[in-house]
C-alpha cells in the first residue's frame, strides 16, 4: 500500500456514490481506503435529529454495511472506517491531510434550504490543501455501464475509463495541476484533455476585423505556449496521451463541454488567503456546480 484514499459518508446517494467511487480509485492506485463520517453531521432529511447513542449505531452502521459492500466488490482492498468528532467541515479536512485524496458526495447548489452537502464541500476544499473529489449520484446509465451512475463500472470505448479533462491556465505555473492530471490519466491508461481558454484583451475587440491576421498570430502564439508547457510532463509521462486544446471563449463553458463525456474533470485552486478565508476561483466555481463528472479540485500555487 502507497496511500489511503478517504471518502466522507453520511448516508446520502451522493456520499455512498462517492465511496464507490473511492473505492474504484483506491483499488486502481493499491491503495487503502479509508471511510469516515462525522458523528456532528447537520440535520438532515438523511441524518435526523435523534440521541447521541443512536447517533453512533446509525453511524456505525452505515460504515459497517458500506465497508462489507466495497469489500465485496473490490477483493483484496483494504478497507478502514472511523467514526469522526466535530462538523464535518472542520473534521473533514483534518483527515484530508493524512490522504492522497479526500472524496465527497456533492449536488447541484440550488438554494434551496437543505443543500447541506454543498456548502460541506465548499468548506473543506477551501480549508485543505489536498485535491478533493466531488462526485454526484445519478440515475442515468451511459452505454455498456452497469450500475446506477456510481463511477464503478466500464464504458464502451477503448478501455475501462473514458478521458481524463484538465483547464490549465497558460500565464501561471500549475505543476500541482497537471501532476495529479496526467498521474490521473497514467493510472487509467486513457487521453488527457488539457483545455486551455483564451480570448484577446479588450483593447484589441476591433483589431480582428482591420487585421485578420492578428488573431491567428495570437492563436499561434497560444498554441505554442501550452506545447512548451506540456513538453516536460509529455516527456515524464509517455503512456499518456495528450491532446491539446487552445480554444477561444470562456473557461469554465470550454472545460464543461469536453467534460460532457468524460470519467474525470480536474480544475484548480490557487493557494491564495483573503481577509474572508480562502478563495475558490470562479472556474473551478462553476465547474464543481454543472458538470456531472466527477470534479477534482487540486490546490496549487
Request: with cysteine.
Amino acid at each position: 500500500m502507497t496511500g489511503t484514499v478517504t471518502a466522507g459518508l453520511d448516508g446520502s446517494p451522493q456520499s455512498i456514490a462517492a465511496a464507490h467511487w473511492a473505492a474504484r480509485e483506491a483499488a486502481l492506485r493499491r491503495d487503502r481506503l479509508h471511510l469516515v463520517h462525522a458523528d456532528d453531521w447537520p440535520t438532515t432529511a438523511v441524518v435526523r435529529l435523534v440521541s447521541p447513542d443512536e447517533q453512533r449505531r446509525w453511524s456505525d452502521t452505515l460504515l459497517s454495511r458500506t465497508s462489507d459492500e466495497l469489500r465485496k466488490r473490490h477483493p483484496g482492498l483494504e478497507v478502514t472506517t472511523g467514526r469522526l468528532p466535530g462538523r464535518p467541515a472542520a473534521s473533514l479536512p483534518a483527515e484530508a491531510s493524512k490522504a492522497e485524496m479526500l472524496v465527497i458526495g456533492s449536488r447541484r447548489l440550488t438554494g434551496m434550504p437543505g443543500s447541506l452537502i454543498g456548502s460541506v464541500s465548499m468548506a473543506t476544499i477551501s480549508a485543505t490543501e489536498r485535491p478533493v473529489v466531488l462526485v454526484r449520484a445519478t440515475s442515468s446509465k451511459g452505454k455498456g455501464e452497469t450500475g446506477p451512475g456510481t463511477g464503478d463500472e466500464p464504458v464502451e470505448g477503448t478501455g475501462p475509463y473514458r478521458d481524463v479533462v484538465v483547464g490549465v491556465d497558460i500565464d501561471h505555473s500549475c505543476d500541482g495541476l497537471l501532476a495529479f492530471a496526467f498521474d490521473e490519466a497514467a493510472q487509467r491508461g486513457c487521453t488527457l484533455q488539457v483545455v486551455h481558454a483564451w480570448s484577446l484583451p479588450l483593447g484589441f475587440s476591433y483589431a480582428p476585423a482591420l487585421d485578420p491576421g492578428i488573431q491567428s498570430d495570437v492563436e499561434r502564439r497560444v498554441a505554442q505556449t501550452l506545447s512548451d508547457l506540456l513538453l516536460p510532463w509529455r516527456e515524464e509521462f509517455p503512456s499518456v496521451n495528450v491532446v491539446e486544446k487552445a480554444v477561444v471563449g470562456p473557461v469554465a463553458q470550454h472545460v464543461l463541454y469536453a467534460a460532457a463525456l468524460a470519467d474525470l474533470v480536474v480544475v484548480g485552486r490557487r493557494i491564495r488567503r483573503s481577509p474572508v478565508g480562502a478563495h475558490i476561483g470562479h472556474v473551478a466555481h462553476a465547474v464543481m456546480h454543472h458538470a456531472d463528472a466527477p470534479v477534482a479540485v487540486v490546490a496549487h500555487r
